[in-house]
């Protein structure tokens, strides 16, 4: 089998997310055989380094042996078992540990497959943390403007998207939305430093005039990752914590994308101090190993699903797989590995080079602004019209050179393993600028070509 015959047996019979099906079968798209580190190797043996990670999940890097040893090794012991009324070590073990690393207070773990999982069950665990209190009309949530928590329905009335959900609107119920904080190209002209969270009022307004029908308050903190990377100031976090005690609403911090690392810290939610009363976390949780996904909960959650009076408080939620032992045991060797390989101490190096290489990316692309968070850096480029067909042409030219990006409408973005080496990070950012500065070119001699055909 070559690659032109995979890709043919692909497109009869792999439905590929996100993705459109005419475009893509057009393609040549990667084949990929195998995975080292930082890298994908194409079918033909050609490197391809992973500048998102996966879609943001391989925090150690592909293929890390301490992984590969602890799946092996727990896949010959228990396979499956489910959670329903029966426990195993490996679930009962993470669960202790995710505990203790997570904002003091998170006490309760409920395990899922996946993000979008994780997100539905900290919806419903704050509905019925409501109805077991006797306060049935706290039914809805409040959410920030061009948020993304998954695409399950319930996810997707949270996190609506229009370029991804717009026909699933009509089986969604919508969340009331306050204003999204955009620090990387502030509406109001303001620096993040300075400004104190100015964009919080709608929020505050949004509280106080529908607390009483409210279950809870969901965000991604510091960062809004599938709007465009747009990260925002712990003070926003802050503000909002005070917020939700004032008017005794639940917070819910969806941290399934930036936990583990991935923001700089621990949990975004480490940077503000602050803890809330559900958070979801997935990805970086197994370093993409394996699909699981965890919800967290404080005593005063989950202590109102005990039975009362006679009557039942059962949580029905739950999935076939969620702990499953292998991912599990895959779990617990990435956060041992976290551990004894201090990554999160490896990360301001990389920290500071790649916000320093991608400002030149930035200024490739005309001074367009860039934001950085932790191992997080994103360029928005300024042509409001043509910006998307541009990065598009980047992602192209950046593959064509070695490097796999995949951008997010007019947002370039960079998402590596946080253990990627200093030189492969220097080589991702210079095929990136590369690939900008080839953009522009290339945008010229289209209108050139166009231009003497008519």
Not at 167 to 182: C, K, L, N, V, Y
Not at 201 to 216: N, T
Not at 296 to 318: E, I, M, N, P, Q
Not at 417 to 433: A, K
Request: glycine content about 8%.
């Amino acid at each position: 089998m070559n690659e032109q015959q995979w890709r043919r047996r692909s497109t009869k019979v792999v439905w590929h997310p996100y993705t459109d099906i005419a475009a893509f079968e057009k393609t040549a798209f990667p084949v990929v055989r195998r995975a080292s580190e930082s890298t994908l190797y194409e079918w033909n043996g050609r490197p391809l380094l992973d500048g998102i990670s996966s879609w943001w999940c391989v925090n150690l890097g592909h293929s890390h042996p301490r992984l590969v040893r602890a799946i092996r090794r727990q896949a010959g012991l228990l396979q499956h078992t489910m959670l329903g009324g029966v426990t195993h070590p490996a679930a009962v073990e993470l669960a202790e540990r995710l505990t203790r690393l997570a904002p003091k207070g998170l006490r309760h773990v409920m395990f899922g497959s996946d993000g979008s999982m994780a997100v539905e069950a900290a919806l419903k665990m704050a509905l019925q943390y409501w109805t077991n209190r006797g306060e049935t009309e706290r039914a809805r949530f409040i959410a920030l403007k061009d948020g993304y928590h998954g695409d399950s329905l319930g996810a997707v009335g949270v996190g609506y998207v229009p370029a991804f959900h717009r026909p699933f609107r009509a089986a969604a119920r919508p969340a009331w939305r306050a204003e999204s904080p955009h620090c990387n190209r502030c509406p109001r002209k303001q620096r993040p430093d300075t400004c104190g969270a100015a964009c919080f009022a709608s929020m505050e307004e949004l509280v106080r005039e529908r607390h009483r029908r409210c279950a809870a308050v969901i965000v991604e903190p510091l960062c809004q990752a599938a709007a465009g990377m747009r990260i925002y100031p712990a003070e926003y976090l802050r503000r909002l914590r005070a917020l939700c005690d004032r008017y005794g609403l639940l917070l819910i911090a969806d941290e399934i994308a930036v936990g583990f690392g991935r923001a700089g810290t621990w949990f975004a939610c480490d940077q503000a101090d602050i803890r809330p009363d559900i958070m979801t976390v997935g990805k970086g949780l197994t370093a993409g190993m394996l699909p699981m996904s965890a919800t967290l909960a404080t005593d005063a959650v989950y202590d109102t699903f005990r039975s009362r009076d006679g009557r039942a408080r059962v949580f029905c939620h739950g999935a076939t797989f969620c702990g499953n032992p292998i991912a599990g045991a895959a779990a617990l060797a990435a956060l041992d590995t976290y551990k004894k390989e201090k990554v999160l101490e490896g990360l301001p190096a990389r920290m500071r080079l790649m916000k320093e290489r991608m400002a030149g990316v930035a200024a490739a692309l005309d001074d367009s602004p860039l934001g950085a968070l932790g191992m997080i850096a994103a360029v928005e480029i300024k042509d409001s019209a043509g910006g998307g067909a541009r990065a598009l042409r980047i992602a192209r030219l950046a593959r064509e050179a070695g490097l796999l990006v995949r951008p997010l409408g007019r947002v370039i973005y960079l998402w590596p393993p946080l253990t990627v080496s200093l030189p492969d990070l220097w080589r991702m950012t210079e095929i990136l600028r590369n690939a900008a500065l080839d953009s522009s070119k290339n945008e010229r001699l289209v209108c050139f070509k166009r231009a003497r055909s008519i």
